[in-house]
Nanobody
Framework: QVQLADSGGGLVQPGGSLRLSCVAS????????MGWYRQAPGKQRELVATIYSGGRIRYADSVQGRFTISRDNAKNTVYLQMNSLKPEDTAIYYC???????????????WGQGTQVTVSS
């Protein structure tokens, strides 16, 4: 079994910064993509950013230039540095990871429990 623990959310003023972290643990052979999604009240969950094992990165247009995703493969950890935060960034942020638990096994998608980010003055 694999667990994802995300953290780092909180209350911040517009223009401020936060750094989210997500650690994957358990029976992990390899991890492909690691990413962040968010869900605001009354809205669907949406992609924020994804980083692949080869280094390729994808951002949502709404966060391009303000957010930076990175990963530490040795620690099975993905980070999301969020700068110039806006009230519309308020949401629950969820991390996910595509994990292979054995060398020849399939890839499974796991999710963290979510961390609340609130941007308000």
């Amino acid at each position: 079994q694999v667990q994802l623990a995300d953290s780092g959310g909180g209350l911040v003023q517009p223009g401020g910064s936060l750094r989210l972290s997500c650690v994957a643990s358990g029976s992990i052979f390899s991890i492909n993509a690691m990413g962040w999604y968010r869900q605001a009240p009354g809205k669907q969950r949406e992609l924020v950013a994804t980083i692949y094992s080869g280094g390729r990165i994808r951002y949502a247009d709404s966060v391009q230039g303000r957010f930076t995703i990175s990963r530490d493969n040795a620690k099975n950890t993905v980070y999301l540095q969020m700068n110039s935060l806006k009230p519309e960034d308020t949401a629950i942020y969820y991390c996910n990871s595509e994990v292979r638990t054995t060398e020849a096994g399939p890839m499974y998608l796991y999710w963290g429990q979510g961390t609340q980010v609130t941007v308000s003055s």
